[in-house]
């Protein structure tokens, strides 16, 4: 358990919403045959890059690659992303990296919430360190934080409100004995919140213990997508249901009644790369720099509604499905594999 005091870091941080102007996007090119196995690891290497690549067309992307990958990032990459040689353990910059914070005088903070490996579930010596570094490469002011948490689950509106599920934030897994308030205070302290709005998730059925960026997704504040598990037999169907349930009924820190969009997922997905750890969904989508980078998964009226309902929720942006399925296997989303840096 980690306990802070609350009083120290006076500066006034806040996270802002992912739609707010990038300075950068931060990635890891850190897929290895020790985790993702021979078979997978092409289709990931392959699936980082053009996420990196989609995202570089608007806005600089910055990829930590290890020494020894560096020729191969290159070439997938290309010269519109720069690598950034470091010492990595896997893929999931949204969870290893820094949550960056901003504050009234425009100074940048990164603040590392002590990555533990999802619960110790995974090996994570070198992404330990990966907040740090980044906060360092990005000449943000490093924030530590009292709590063990990923990014991965955290969302925010960035007017004071956040979504964050039960299942992953106060598992003791991470965080052994803390309480809600204690978390909370915590979570205000860094990240600027006046109301987080909590949702079961649940635990123990994936790697992250339910992280709240394959639940529900701020477009903008007061206005909420939210996923359906449609198969009656999936561990998901009534966690959804009860979410949706709960954010219907939910008011943010300005006092508004959440406007709610569903967004089920795919009913079929491309066959190759299928295992029980593909994650099909179309919540876990980036939001950057003029553009939604967003998954499709070959189920063509499922990827078509996907794309006209976020075309509907970010009509200032264009929309960018990319084929993830290797990336997805691994349990993960194009979200996962980024993390935004503020302007």
């Known amino acids: 358990m980690i306990v802070t005091d609350p009083a120290r870091d006076k500066a006034n941080w806040r996270m802002p919403d992912e739609g707010a ?28 890059a053009n ?57 940048i903070g990164a603040v590392g919430f002590n990555f533990n490996g999802w619960g110790n579930k995974q090996r994570h010596s070198l992404d330990a360190g990966v907040a740090k570094h980044v906060a360092q490469t990005a000449k943000a002011i490093f924030v530590k934080a009292g709590l063990v948490l ?14 964050i599920t039960e299942s992953c934030v106060l598992n003791p897994n991470r965080d052994l004995g803390v309480s809600r308030d204690t978390c909370e205070s915590e979570l205000s302290r860094v990240l600027g919140l006046d109301k987080i709005i909590w949702l079961p998730g649940i635990a123990g059925k994936e790697i992250t213990d339910g992280h709240i960026d394959f639940y529900a997704r701020f477009a903008r504040p007061g206005v909420v997508v939210a996923g359906l598990e449609l198969d009656p037999s999936s561990f ?26 569903v967004l089920p997922g795919p009913s ?27 998954p499709e998964f070959g189920d063509a009226t499922a990827d078509r509604k996907a794309r006209d309902t976020l075309r509907e929720l970010f009509p200032d942006r264009e929309i960018v499905q990319l084929n993830i399925d290797g990336i997805a296997a691994g349990g993960g989303g194009i979200h996962c594999t980024t993390q935004q840096q503020p302007r």
Not at 241 to 260: E, M, N, S
């Open 236 to 261: 998901d169907h009534g966690v959804t249901k009860r979410h949706l349930d709960i954010l219907r009924g939910a008011t943010d820190a300005k006092g508004r009644r959440l406007d709610v969009v």
């Open 21 to 48: 102007p990038h300075a950068a996007t931060w990635m890891a090119f850190g897929a290895s045959a020790a985790i993702w196995g021979g078979r997978l690891l092409p289709a990931a290497r392959e699936n980082l």
């Open 268 to 294: 079929t997905w491309r066959a190759k790369y299928d295992n029980n750890d593909f994650a099909a969904g179309y919540i876990n989508v980036y939001v950057c720099n003029g553009a939604v980078i967003a």
């Open 51 to 107: 996420i990196a690549k989609a995202i570089a067309v608007r806005e600089p992307v910055n990829m930590l690659v290890r020494e020894e990958d560096t020729e191969i990032a290159s070439r997938l990459c290309g010269p519109t992303v720069d690598l950034v040689v470091q010492a990595i353990d896997d893929v999931w910059m949204r969870d290893t990296g820094p949550v960056f914070v901003i504050d009234p005088s425009g100074r």
């Open 150 to 163: 990923e990014g991965g689950g955290i969302e925010v509106d960035g007017e004071g409100t956040a979504i």
